[in-house]
DNA sequence: ACATTAAATTAAACATCGTTTAATTTGTCA
DNA sequence: TGACAAATTAAACGATGTTTAATTTAATGT
């Protein structure tokens, strides 16, 4: 075996993933392409397919860093908070704030139509994120039936997404200024005390 | 003046915009391009140019014409509906299957970034949709202050936009099987029962 | 120490893209 | 009929992701 420079695949894959996180942060999704990376490590185009699939693949390796970043931040809010509401309201105000601090990151997640469905590695970590949420469901719900608290848990996480989603990309501001955090507080508050009013109604 | 094909000005517009809407449902955002659509109408693709600003202002009049639809698709799942919940409902429900039957021309709203802010043309229909909420609202809060109105407008919105995102792009797919229109359902029943029930509440 | 060998890396090519430019065709009017 | 202007195109430009062949590099066997 011999290589001409003095970096593993290892150290490359790290460069790479390292250039790729600065490029999307300070351009944007548009803004980035393999032979920028390549530039931005000190080579060229065609050694990051030696590492990479290709640029979807790199790209979901960055994205995968993002939500740990995202559970880091996620888990923190969740600790110190006296009643499982707050920690619910604060999760979601945290998952608005770390999209409004890392805004070409957290959209480089979903501006994207993927060409494969994700791996398994990718999914395990959106996984990882829902149980942050679903502890805490568990907790406010120790009675309810798993697929309820299951289903609570998803829309919890749909409206978070949707506010962060049509907040960030400005489709709100069109017609009003609210903030994002206001708004979000609206939806949670009022769907969590739905949920606890009336644990035991059928209703399909 | 003179022209070469008979075709004025407005025509090949109108034919543009018609291609494309074809490529998109066919092919996707990722397939559409402007010699694919110069093709289809028996023109090169310099000749758009003459007629839309770049891609980006047709696409743009595409998305409209979509909103259009699902407009006239909301407005006809709110009407016959005993009680504005219902309403509410339904017309959640509408904006899901819409979304389903044309999942290419629904995305193609949301997965562009776009370079320059939305036209007001543009803007104006969006709001467009929202007074079809609204509506519903105000008949549901008619003591509510307006702003409150146009917080829960705005919450539903988002609410039923991350349903609809999440629930498309398979994102929920990896957790669990839940039907969107189920989650849908649980999101806006307890989120109305929230609203309705502590109309009072000040917490902000 | 040197030739061999295989891996690492690059340069170049390919097909495509959005957009702009200059050239060409076309129709109308003096 | 000839001149002019609009309509249309062909071609160019710079850029993209990806693949290929060529080249460089370092370790190995002798």
């Given at each position: 075996?011999?290589?001409?420079?003095?970096?593993?695949?290892?150290?490359?894959?790290?460069?790479?993933l390292q250039?790729?996180e600065?490029i999307?942060i300070?351009q944007?999704?548009?803004?980035?392409?393999?032979r920028k990376?390549?530039?931005?490590?000190?080579?060229?185009?065609?050694?990051?397919?030696?590492?990479?699939e290709?640029l979807e693949d790199?790209?979901l390796?960055?994205?995968?860093?993002?939500?740990?970043?995202?559970?880091?931040?996620l888990?923190?809010s969740?600790n110190d908070c006296?009643?499982?509401?707050?920690?619910?309201?604060?999760?979601?105000?945290?998952y608005?704030?770390?999209a409004?601090d890392?805004?070409?990151?957290?959209?480089?997640?979903?501006?994207r139509?993927?060409?494969?469905e994700?791996?398994?590695?990718y999914?395990?970590?959106?996984?990882?994120?829902?149980?942050?949420?679903?502890?805490?469901?568990?907790?406010l719900?120790?009675?309810?039936?798993?697929?309820?608290v299951a289903q609570a848990?998803?829309?919890y996480?749909?409206g978070?997404?949707?506010?962060?989603m049509l907040?960030?990309t400005?489709?709100?501001?069109?017609i009003s200024?609210?903030?994002t955090e206001?708004?979000?507080?609206?939806?949670?508050d009022?769907?969590?005390?739905g949920?606890t009013?009336?644990k035991?109604?059928?209703?399909?």
């Amino acid at each position: 075996m011999a290589r001409r420079s003095d970096h593993s695949r290892e150290q490359i894959k790290e460069m790479a993933l390292q250039a790729t996180e600065k490029i999307l942060i300070e351009q944007g999704l548009a803004g980035l392409s393999t032979r920028k990376v390549a530039a931005a490590i000190g080579y060229t185009a065609g050694s990051l397919y030696l590492v990479f699939e290709n640029l979807e693949d790199l790209l979901l390796h960055v994205n995968v860093r993002t939500l740990e970043k995202l559970f880091q931040t996620l888990q923190g809010s969740a600790n110190d908070c006296p009643e499982v509401q707050t920690c619910l309201r604060n999760m979601a105000l945290a998952y608005i704030t770390f999209a409004k601090d890392h805004p070409n990151l957290w959209s480089a997640i979903f501006e994207r139509q993927w060409q494969n469905e994700m791996p398994d590695w990718y999914n395990d970590k959106i996984a990882h994120l829902f149980q942050l949420v679903e502890d805490k469901f568990q907790q406010l719900l120790p009675e309810a039936r798993t697929d309820k608290v299951a289903q609570a848990v998803r829309a919890y996480w749909c409206g978070v997404h949707g506010v962060c989603m049509l907040g960030l990309t400005g489709k709100l501001d069109a017609i009003s200024d609210h903030s994002t955090e206001e708004l979000s507080n609206t939806l949670i508050d009022n769907f969590l005390f739905g949920l606890t009013s009336k644990k035991e109604s059928r209703d399909d």
